[in-house]
Structures are given as structure tokens and as C-alpha cells.
């Protein structure tokens, strides 16, 4: 069974910084791209970043790049998004998700980690 | 950017009864385009890729289709469960973009 576990959220004052992981298991973790995807309470989805299987290629929402990185370690089956400068309107929800095909579409989902920016 | 904007914003049916969700995109996606179901306090599922492909284990009561900037979402005989919030998703460029949702209510 696919499996997908976010950590390492919390609460962080702005400007600060913070690393979230996901552990993948059931499924060949090198071989898909993955992605996050944020939500803020009690809006909708935005997706923030994705990379493929090799990480080689890596793209970003306008809303975060040059402050967020997004990185994996195929050989701890795990995928990280470096979150540095954060604001306040980087509070949300951050769910991890498996892309299985070529059509770039959140095929599993997390349950998410929990980052809120506040002094 | 593509911008994609969903409506309405609320959509209130019985059930049994038949709901159409719509979803227009900025500019044209071809066929990339996919639709999520979320209910409150667990993560969206795949409903639809494709534009019209059900996703593994989705009854056949959704239903996708549409092509370059319009497509809808049709739910054929709304059940208790299905009574939560659609989203749909461009991925023909990136930035990968969502709709704002909408939320599906028991009338």
C-alpha cells in the first residue's frame, strides 16, 4: 500500500525557516515525481512544487520561488521542501503527493503537516 | 498562469438528484486537466484525469468532459458521501494551477 507521511511542521515567526519531510513507502520511490501542495485555512488548494524521480528537474509556484527548495534522498525514500524568508501568508496546511503518470495529477495524497507563521 | 476558475462557488442539490460543476481555464489546456474531491478534514483524491478518465476506485456516477477551456463535472445521483468541496487542476503548464473550488451541500 502506497503510503505518504508528512512531518517537521510547526510554528515559526516570520522570516524564519523550516524543513518538512515526507516518507514514502510502497512504491518504488525513485522512479515518480512528486509534489506539495499547500492549502490555508479554509481556502483552496495551491500547488507550491514538484520534482522528478531523479531530481533533476524541479519547478516552483511563483508565490515561492527563490524561498522554498524542494529535494529528495531516493535512498531514504524521502522528499523535502526547505522553506526559508516565510511569511505569514505561508500558513497552511502542506500535503505531499505521489504524481504516478505522465499527466502531472496528485494521484496519492498525505495527510498533511501544519506550518503556521506567526510572531 | 493559467488562471482557472471554477463555478458556482456553491452548489446546493438534493440527493439522488444530478450535479454539474464547471471549471474554464484561461486559456486553452487541451485535455489536462483533472478534478479532486475533498471533504472536511482529510486530503483531496483524484477523481478525474484526462478530462473524462475516472481515476482507480471512482464510481461511475462521476463523469468528466470538456476540452481547451471548459469543462464540467457531473456528478449523475448525488449520494451522502459525495457531499464535499471539487477542485480542478490544470497541468498542461507550469505552474500547475488550481480552481477555487466548489462546495457541493445537501439542500
Known amino acids: 500500500e502506497v503510503q505518504l507521511l508528512e512531518s517537521g511542521g510547526g510554528l515559526v515567526q516570520p522570516g524564519g525557516s523550516l524543513r518538512l519531510s515526507c516518507a514514502a513507502s510502497?512504491?518504488?520511490?525513485?522512479?515518480?515525481?512528486m509534489s506539495w501542495v499547500r492549502q490555508a485555512p479554509g481556502k483552496g488548494l495551491e500547488w507550491v512544487s514538484a520534482?522528478?524521480?531523479?531530481?533533476?528537474?524541479?519547478y516552483y509556484a511563483d508565490s515561492v520561488k527563490g524561498r522554498f527548495t524542494i529535494s529528495r534522498d531516493n535512498s531514504k525514500n524521502t522528499l523535502y521542501l526547505q522553506m526559508n524568508s516565510l511569511r505569514a501568508e505561508d500558513t497552511a496546511v502542506y500535503y505531499c503527493?505521489?504524481?504516478?503518470?505522465?499527466?502531472?495529477?496528485?494521484?496519492?495524497w498525505g495527510k498533511g503537516t501544519t506550518v503556521t507563521v506567526s510572531s | 498562469e493559467i488562471v482557472m476558475t471554477q463555478s458556482p462557488a456553491t452548489l446546493s442539490v438534493s440527493p439522488g438528484e444530478r450535479a454539474t460543476l464547471s471549471c474554464r481555464a484561461s486559456?486553452?489546456?487541451?485535455?489536462?486537466l483533472a478534478w479532486y474531491q475533498q471533504k472536511p478534514g482529510q486530503a483531496p483524491r483524484l477523481l478525474i484525469y484526462?478530462?473524462?478518465t475516472r481515476a482507480t476506485g471512482i464510481p461511475a456516477r462521476f463523469s468528466g468532459s470538456g476540452s481547451g477551456t471548459e469543462f464540467t463535472l457531473t456528478i449523475s445521483s448525488l449520494q451522502s458521501e459525495d457531499f464535499a468541496v471539487y477542485y480542478c487542476?490544470?497541468?498542461?503548464?507550469?505552474?500547475?494551477?488550481f480552481g477555487q473550488g466548489t462546495k457541493v451541500e445537501i439542500k
Open positions: 503527493a505521489l504524481i504516478l503518470t505522465a499527466s502531472i495529477t496528485m494521484d496519492v
Open positions: 510502497g512504491f518504488t520511490f525513485s522512479s515518480y515525481a
Open positions: 520534482i522528478s524521480g531523479s531530481g533533476g528537474s524541479t
Open positions: 486559456q486553452s489546456v487541451s485535455s489536462n
Open positions: 484526462g478530462a473524462s
Open positions: 487542476q490544470q497541468y498542461n503548464n507550469w505552474p500547475l494551477t
